[in-house]
């Protein structure tokens, strides 16, 4: 039994060692931040107006002392199940839940530390055994996409880091259904997207029919019959549906606490005229977010602006991944297919940014308030693989 811990833990040491180093650099940041600036904090924003007392609260339902479904705490009491699925939903929040009431804070720390080591680790096991890459290189890369700016500045919103952290599954479970036929890796990364968070499962969703699409024609399966080519999207689109209904019992509720709020936050709705086939008022949308080539600062370092609705887009993943973005597509070019396939994939994630009323559809038909650009983090991801 010891001699298969060992040599477990041999095989997967890449594993492991980017999940700690991954998760010990952000507690040093933290540390020299704190040292450097001791009035510098994360705990600002929603994590500081709305998180904590959320975390308090499941403390407390933890205790014995509320209730999950209803909350008599609310103004005028209401439903408390929306809320979970909107904020509380991470598996990751049972950190949180293992400390004293009175250490919430240090208990958040430990969450962050450990989520950004999980997705480290998630993209090191992707990167080595479903790429091919050696251990080292699945190791090094792993910790770009881990510490990207986006998940950097999404600490404070820690509901959106389980979407960053399965997205290299989602991927790979991608990739094992054209290449292989199997469909359960994208099912199970689906379906916990989905219920982590919804709003980052939604566009994560979008991203797996643009992805499925590229690899589509980037691996350009010709062996396979027309038949195995037809099940295939059959059982892609099979699964995709599969594991929305199944996330419905959070979903549902999800959507019955937003309709009480959240959805008057924004006065236009691309979504509603979407729905309504008001086609021509979607015009009103049309129009640049920013000056063309504005955001490729943001794939430098040192590069943050604000978290305003007039900031830019997070896409820093470390310097080196943009010099061999540059070294891959001028490789490509020996396969126009390969080429035009992974051009198309950055061309429309990049006009998705570009151009407003598209934007605005990847937030679910509304524009937020404030963080734009809240799935750059799969630029980011691009970018790094």
């Not at 010891?2 to 040093?28: E, P």
């Not at 977010?289 to 470390?318: A, H, I, Q, W």
Request: glycine content about 8%; charged content about 15%; overall charge positive.
């Amino acid at each position: 039994m010891l001699r298969k811990l060992q040599q477990h833990f041999t095989r997967n040491l890449y594993a492991y060692g980017a999940f700690f180093a991954a998760a010990v650099i952000l507690l040093i940041a933290y540390i020299v931040f704190w040292k450097t600036d001791g009035s510098w904090s994360i705990l600002a924003l929603d994590l500081n107006a709305q998180y904590i007392y959320y975390y308090e609260y499941l403390k407390d339902v933890f205790l014995g002392k509320e209730s999950l479904i209803y909350s008599w705490s609310r103004n005028g009491s209401g439903e408390f199940l929306g809320i979970v699925g909107y904020y509380l939903a991470s598996p990751f929040n049972l950190i949180v839940m293992a400390f004293p009431r009175d250490l919430i804070l240090e208990g958040m720390l430990v969450m962050f530390c450990v989520k950004v080591g999980a997705i480290a680790t998630f993209m090191a096991v992707f990167l080595h055994k479903g790429k091919g890459l050696s251990q080292g290189l699945a190791f090094t890369f792993s910790l770009m996409y881990a510490l990207n700016s986006y998940v950097i500045e999404n600490t404070m919103n820690p509901m959106w880091l389980d979407g960053v952290m399965i997205l290299p599954f989602i991927v790979w479970g991608i990739e094992s259904l054209i290449e292989k036929g199997r469909f359960k890796m994208l099912a199970i990364s689906l379906f916990y997207a989905f219920i982590t968070h919804f709003y980052i499962g939604f566009m994560l969703a979008i991203f797996t029919v643009l992805y499925f699409l590229f690899y589509w024609f980037y691996t350009d399966e010709k062996g396979l019959s027309f038949f195995t080519k037809l099940k295939r999207w059959v059982v892609f689109a099979v699964t995709c549906i599969s594991s929305g209904l199944s996330s419905m019992f959070i979903l549902l509720p999800v959507y019955a606490g937003l309709s009480n709020g959240k959805f008057a936050f924004s006065s236009y709705d691309a979504g509603e005229l979407l729905l309504k086939g008001k086609f021509k008022e979607l015009g009103q949308f049309v129009s640049a977010e920013f000056e063309l080539f504005r955001p490729l600062v943001k794939f430098l370092p040192n590069s943050y602006d604000t978290v305003r609705m007039e900031g830019m887009p997070f896409l820093f993943c470390g310097t080196v991944t943009l010099v061999l973005a540059v070294a891959y597509f001028i490789g490509a070019q020996k396969n126009m297919r390969k080429l035009g396939s992974a051009f198309a994939l950055l061309f429309v994630l990049g006009a998705s940014m570009y151009i407003h009323l598209l934007d605005m559809l990847w937030h679910g038909g509304q524009a937020p308030n404030w963080l734009p650009y809240r799935f750059s983090f799969c630029i980011s991801f691009l970018f790094c693989l």
